[in-house]
């Protein structure tokens, strides 16, 4: 589900407490991926999260921003489950030897949607080196994510998360990375 900006309310400042908290929650994420714990990632997410990577297309300005209903990937809990055990189990071979990967979180804006979730966009630049390779694969995208706070721990996790490439054509090997 992408979320309308009009549905969010107006932008928080970056002074803001709950600002910081969002900031802090993006780094640790990368940081997680960055550093392999796939199920610690996973436990960042709800049970009812939604991952989507549609498909980007060049469209002339009058006809809207290219962004795709088809995707990469349209993910639930349950299929990122799998796709973490996958790595984590050593069942599939597209990350082992595992990827060298960096997540650049930058131009954060936040709003509040209601006592519970918040908006938050923010760019990533994200970076693969495998192998011996001398070069590395990029993406660059924004990321559109409702966080939702967890009633118990009260922290946020991940309730959805659209991941708007920059690019028409994927330049990587595959996509068995997280952005």
């Known amino acids: 589900m992408t979320i309308a900006p009009e549905q969010a309310s107006a932008r928080i400042a970056l002074n803001d407490p709950i600002y910081a908290e969002v900031l802090g929650w993006l780094i640790d994420e990368a940081e ?7 199920e610690e990632w996973l436990a960042l997410v709800t049970d009812d999260v939604t991952y989507r990577l549609p498909v980007r297309t060049s469209v002339y300005i009058a006809d809207g921003d290219g962004v795709s209903d088809y995707c990469h990937l349209d993910e639930n809990h349950e299929t990122l489950w799998v796709r ?8 599939g071979w597209a ?5 060298r990967t960096k997540r650049f979180v930058s131009n954060l804006r936040v709003s509040v949607i209601d006592e519970h979730e918040v908006e938050a966009l923010s760019y990533l630049w994200f970076t693969r080196s495998r192998g011996n390779q001398p070069t ?3 993406i660059a995208c924004e990321r559109r994510d409702r966080l939702r706070r967890d009633q118990e721990s009260g922290k ?3 309730a959805s998360r659209d991941v708007i490439v920059d690019q028409t054509s994927l330049g990587v090997m595959n996509l068995s990375f997280f952005l």
């Open 95 to 99: 990350e082992d030897p595992p990827s």
């Open 32 to 38: 997680i991926l960055d550093r392999y714990q796939y």
């Open 156 to 158: 946020f996790r991940l």
């Open 84 to 91: 973490v055990r996958r790595i984590v189990d050593k069942l």
């Open 136 to 138: 590395y694969e990029t």
